[in-house]
């Protein structure tokens, strides 16, 4: 069992910048694949990033290519997710996702992923 937390969610204007964390229990998280999703109000919950196992290929929904990045340090058992240049269009609550054995083709696809966090909320608001 892997426990998944995510953090740093928050309340920012247009235009500024959040980092999101994805921390998991266990030693060996570099062999996951993680994925980032979000689920605004009164939509279903939709792709957003993902960092395949081992900090090898990544994927963005195309709405945040050159917005957000994804990262992973292993040392430290965290995936981030950078969010720059955001928009109201953000404004979810974003869940953090934890796979094993994630082809490259299913990185995109919720049903991939073993183990999920409770996820946090991010607006974005003037």
């Known amino acids: 069992q892997v426990h998944v937390v995510e953090s740093g969610g928050g309340v920012v204007q247009p235009g500024d910048s959040l980092r999101l964390s994805c921390t998991a229990s266990?030693?060996?998280?570099?062999?996951?694949?993680v994925g980032w999703f979000r689920q605004a109000p009164g939509k279903e919950r939709d792709f957003v990033a993902a960092?395949?196992?081992?900090?090898?290929?990544?994927r963005y929904t195309d709405s945040v290519k050159g917005r957000f990045t994804i990262s992973r340090d292993s040392a430290k058992n965290t995936v981030y997710l950078q969010m720059n240049s955001l928009k109201p269009e953000d404004t979810a609550v974003y869940y953090c996702?934890?796979?094993?054995?994630?082809?490259?083709?299913?990185?995109?696809?919720?049903?991939?992923?073993?183990?999920w966090g409770q996820g946090t909320q991010v607006t974005v608001s003037s």
């Open positions: 996702a934890v796979g094993d054995r994630v082809i490259t083709s299913s990185l995109t696809s919720q049903s991939a992923y073993d183990y």
């Open positions: 266990g030693r060996t998280f570099s062999r996951y694949s």
């Open positions: 960092i395949k196992a081992y900090g090898g290929s990544t």
